[in-house]
């Protein structure tokens, strides 16, 4: 594989990492309907990730992304659904792999500049994705 395939398999790696634990807990503090909503992304990208061989993922990622997206509209001005949905989305650009990748690679990382204008301290996990995508 090449540097810049190398590169977004690892960024895609790394943002699900990072992301995962945190955007569930902070759904789950506010009880608008959210959390569970999130669960359901969650358990679905789970299955896709963890479930389906690899040649399958990146159909079975188009599903879950148009669930997360569902969830973004839903939920206006919250940060947690577009954490998902980058998540989601950086998960996706791993099963794509090479070239194919990079379009999804930005906008998984313009989803996660948005659900920072909205809540600032999402800006602690980017910069730990950022610091994770430099060369060792």
């Given at each position: 594989?090449?540097?810049?395939?190398?590169?977004?398999q690892r960024?895609?790696?790394?943002?699900?990492?990072?992301?995962?634990?945190?955007?569930?807990?902070?759904?789950?503090a506010r009880?608008?309907?959210?959390?569970?909503?999130?669960?359901?992304?969650?358990?679905?990208?789970?299955?896709?990730?963890?479930?389906?061989?690899?040649?399958?993922?990146?159909?079975?990622?188009?599903?879950?992304?148009?669930?997360?997206?569902?969830?973004?509209?839903?939920?206006?001005?919250?940060?947690?659904?577009?954490?998902?949905?980058?998540?989601?989305?950086?998960?996706?650009?791993?099963?794509?792999?090479?070239?194919?990748?990079?379009?999804?690679?930005?906008?998984?990382?313009?989803?996660?500049?948005?659900?920072?204008?909205?809540?600032?301290?999402?800006?602690?996990?980017?910069?730990?994705?950022?610091?994770?995508?430099?060369?060792?």
């Amino acid at each position: 594989p090449t540097q810049e395939t190398k590169l977004m398999q690892r960024f895609a790696r790394t943002l699900s990492i990072l992301i995962l634990s945190l955007s569930s807990a902070i759904a789950v503090a506010r009880d608008d309907g959210l959390g569970q909503a999130i669960l359901d992304i969650q358990h679905a990208w789970s299955h896709v990730h963890y479930e389906i061989p690899k040649d399958q993922q990146e159909a079975a990622f188009t599903h879950v992304e148009a669930m997360a997206d569902a969830v973004v509209t839903r939920y206006p001005g919250r940060a947690e659904p577009l954490v998902w949905l980058a998540i989601i989305t950086s998960s996706d650009a791993g099963a794509t792999g090479g070239i194919g990748a990079l379009g999804k690679v930005k906008e998984a990382r313009r989803l996660l500049e948005q659900a920072e204008e909205i809540d600032a301290w999402f800006n602690v996990s980017m910069a730990g994705v950022y610091c994770n995508l430099l060369p060792a």
